[in-house]
């Protein structure tokens, strides 16, 4: 007797072990429940641009996954390697750089599937690897005000000049980079690079799907900087479609629908009259409160909301800056940058292993970030 091979049984085997859904799907409509409110603020939480470029991301990097063009290149780079300890710290530091100049999103959706490939040749440990360059994202796009969204939204908010921001900023990034670069070293097994041969040659590419890929990259990320996601991400489903359909119905699109539940949920949290008055009740003017606010609100809520709830708040929105920064550590939620490392490199038991390094790694950054800024 065969079991059931459905679409439809499929997709519920798979919503079985997305609690991350589950669980926001049941906090947004228990709080429609609770506080009702009027259907703009929904979409005013559900942050349909942000949606819609992940979306485009979503699309151009599936694009290049299937072009070949990611194997090929993991190929010649692994090729030249020869320390797992090298390679490791090579893309994390390609990572942390890129977020900085990418965003921290962008640069998970180059990285990781690169990484992916590397694995699937080599010997590298590709959970670990997706961790690690979680963890670097966070500390790459804390340097720069347009590497994360809390950051832009603080440099816009407090009209703060380019180098002046990089300069508060840099002994937190700082010590965040060197905790990864440490961690990266003694995490990764001491071992040379070992190749399965057999996988090294043959990658077929698709030079017009690589070629079409690329461009819709690069355009999503342009109309995201020009405030025109949507748009964007409409463009390029239309050629998908006719070109390269496999590659829409690959799409995560449970990732997606996360997503959406937790900008519904989170965004109907944070505005409840319960904690705006509890917020109200805390002296901001305290270093340490602040910080320690920043960080405790970004488990809770991810530290893009947790910025929106305490920027007006804050007397100092650079000290709010490093507190949020260092509160995309430690739970999956204080940076969703996290959850899409995790999702992309579709490793079992990711959540776990990300949980037991990052909240340690959380204690030791939020510490170390804090004396070093008081000394500066």
């Not at 005013?44 to 063009?69: E, F, M, Y």
């Not at 962008?106 to 080599?122: D, E």
């Not at 440490?182 to 690589?210: C, F, M, N, Y």
């Not at 050629?239 to 799409?251: C, M």
Request: proline share 5%.
């Amino acid at each position: 007797m065969t079991g059931d091979t459905t679409p439809a049984h499929r997709w519920r085997n798979r919503l079985k072990h997305e609690w991350l859904l589950l669980l926001f799907t049941a906090l947004t409509l228990v709080l429609a429940i609770a506080d009702p409110q009027p259907l703009a603020a929904y979409r005013r939480w559900l942050q349909l641009p942000t949606l819609a470029g992940l979306l485009g991301l979503l699309i151009a990097i599936q694009g290049i996954r299937d072009s070949g063009l990611i194997q090929r290149f993991a190929g010649m780079l692994v090729a030249r390697m020869h320390s797992l300890r090298t390679v490791g710290l090579l893309l994390v530091g390609m990572t942390a750089v890129l977020s900085t100049v990418l965003t921290n999103d962008v640069s998970l959706f180059l990285m990781v599937p690169l990484t992916v490939a590397i694995g699937s040749l080599s010997n590298l440990p590709v959970l670990r690897m997706a961790v690690l360059e979680a963890l670097a994202v966070n500390a790459g796009s804390t340097l720069s005000p347009i590497g994360n969204p809390q950051n832009l939204l603080i440099w816009q908010y407090g009209r703060i000049a380019l180098l002046s921001f990089v300069g508060h900023m840099l002994p937190a990034a700082g010590v965040m980079f060197v905790l990864v670069a440490l961690l990266t070293w003694l995490w990764l097994p001491r071992e040379r690079v070992t190749l399965q041969a057999q996988k090294l040659d043959g990658h077929a590419i698709s030079v017009s799907l690589a070629l079409l890929s690329i461009v819709s990259l690069a355009m999503i990320v342009l109309m995201m900087e020009r405030g025109h996601a949507l748009l964007g991400a409409l463009l390029l489903i239309t050629p998908f479609a006719l070109f390269s359909w496999r590659s829409l119905v690959q799409i995560d699109w449970l990732l997606m629908a996360t997503f959406a539940m937790i900008f519904l949920g989170l965004g109907h949290f944070a505005a409840l009259p319960i904690v705006n008055h509890a917020m109200d009740r805390i002296d901001f003017n305290q270093p340490l409160t602040l910080y320690l606010s920043g960080i405790v609100s970004s488990q809770l809520i991810s530290n893009v909301p947790a910025t929106v709830l305490l920027l007006e708040r804050a007397q100092d929105p650079m000290a709010l800056a490093v507190a949020v920064n260092v509160g995309g550590f430690g739970i999956v939620i204080g940076s969703l940058a996290n959850l899409i490392a995790l999702r992309l490199a579709k490793q079992p038991h990711a959540m776990r292993l990300f949980h037991q390094v990052s909240i340690p790694f959380l204690l030791i950054c939020a510490t170390l970030v804090y004396v070093a800024m008081r000394l500066v």
